[in-house]
C-alpha cells in the first residue's frame, strides 16, 4: 500500500496593497465540541462584536447571500492553520498568531472600510459582514457545498517580523492571502496591515483587503509594462515595467494592481494598453468553479499531524510504520478534506449573462 501525502500549499504575498444584524460572542473555530472538522483544525478567537468591543456595529451587505466575507478589525488569535506553520522566523513555526486590531480602530473606520468592501463585491453574491459567522457559513466542507466563505483581518501587527513584534508571515508585504483557498476552513484567511499604510485610511485598508481576497479566488496581479517595440526590431524594456499597474496619472487602476495614487480603482479584463496579465478577466475568474481545490489532511487522536503521510483511508488510515512501511502498525489516523470553491454573479431583475443578452 502506497502512502499518501498531503499536497502543497501554494502562498502568495503581494506588497501594494447596510442592513443591521444582532451581535455576536466572540469566535472560536471548532475550540471545544464537533465543528466541520470535529475537534481538528484552525482555531481562530476574536474579541469583536463582545463586550471588550466599544466599536462594534453590525453591518451586513447581502445578509442570505452563500457566501461570506468576514471582517475582522479587533485582533485575536489564531492557531493550528498552515499560517502558523513555515513562518518567516522557523523559531516561531507553530506558535499562536496573536494579532492586534487594526491602527486607529473606530467605528467610522470599521464603516467605511465595509463599505468599501461591499462595494468591491457588489457584482457578486456575496454578504460582506462584520457579522460572526457560523462555522458552516465559512467552511466549505464538500464538493457539493454552496455556502462558504473567506477571513478578511486587519491587524496593526506588520505582517513580517518585525523584531518579534510581527506575525512573522511574510517580509515586507501590506497584505498576504494563500491562493485559491476561499471557503477552504484551514486556510481562507486574508491578512491586511495598516504598518505602512497611511493612518486611519479605509480607501487603503479596503483596496488592500480587496486584493488579497481576490487571490483567495484564483487571481493574480495584474501590472503594467513598459516593453515597447524597437526600431532595429525585437522589444526594449522601458523603465517603468512593474508587476503592479500602480499609476500616477489616469483615471483608474486594477484592485489587482495598486490605485493608492488614482482616483478609482476596478476588477478588470486584463485588456487595457501595456498589461502584464491579459489572460486574466477578473469577473470571470473569481466565477469560475474550474479552479477550485480539495486538500487531505491526516491527524491522530493525539493531534499529531501525518505530515510525512499516511496509510490507507476513512476509516482505517493509520501512520507508516518507523521505517517508512505500510504494514498496519502505525497509529490510526482520521483523514480531512479541505474544500475551496468560486463565488457567483449577484442575480438581478435583468438577468444574469455577461454576453450582453440580458432580457429586462
Sequence with gaps: MSIRRAAYRLG??????????????????????????????????????????????????????????????????????????????????????????????????????????AEYYSPFDVNVTTVRPSDDQLAKTSATDTEYGDVAVFTANSLGEDG????????????????????????????????????????????????????????GHQGWSSVQPAPEGGYVEGPNTNIYYSPNTGFWAPIMGNADNIGMDRWTDGQYPNATNGGQNDLAAMTDPSWARSQRWAVTSTGQEANDGWCGDNPDAYLPNAAGDCDGTGAHVDVYTYYSGAIDFRQDDHGNALDGTATA
Aim: proline fraction near 6%; aromatic fraction near 8%; avoid cysteine.
Design 12 to 117: 502568495v504575498a503581494v506588497t501594494a496593497a447596510s442592513v443591521l444584524a444582532t451581535a455576536a460572542a466572540p469566535m472560536a473555530f471548532a475550540a471545544t465540541g464537533p465543528g466541520p472538522y470535529g475537534t481538528y483544525g484552525p482555531k481562530f478567537t476574536t474579541t469583536q462584536a463582545s463586550a471588550e468591543d466599544g466599536n462594534f456595529e453590525a453591518l451586513s451587505s447581502k445578509p442570505g447571500a452563500p457566501k461570506t466575507i468576514w471582517l475582522v478589525f479587533d485582533g485575536g488569535t489564531l492557531t493550528g492553520s498552515p499560517w502558523n506553520k513555515n513562518r518567516a522566523n522557523a523559531a516561531r513555526n507553530d506558535t499562536p498568531l496573536a494579532f492586534g486590531a487594526v491602527d486607529g480602530d473606530s467605528k467610522e473606520l470599521r464603516r467605511e472600510v465595509y463599505l468599501r468592501m
Design 164 to 219: 518579534g513584534n510581527g506575525l512573522s508571515i511574510v517580509e515586507g508585504a501590506l497584505g498576504v492571502a494563500h491562493s485559491k483557498s476561499f471557503g477552504d476552513f484551514s486556510d481562507n484567511f486574508a491578512w491586511t496591515t495598516s504598518v505602512g499604510q497611511e493612518p486611519r485610511n479605509a480607501r487603503q485598508l479596503a483596496a488592500t483587503a480587496a486584493h488579497e481576497v481576490g487571490h483567495t479566488l484564483s487571481l
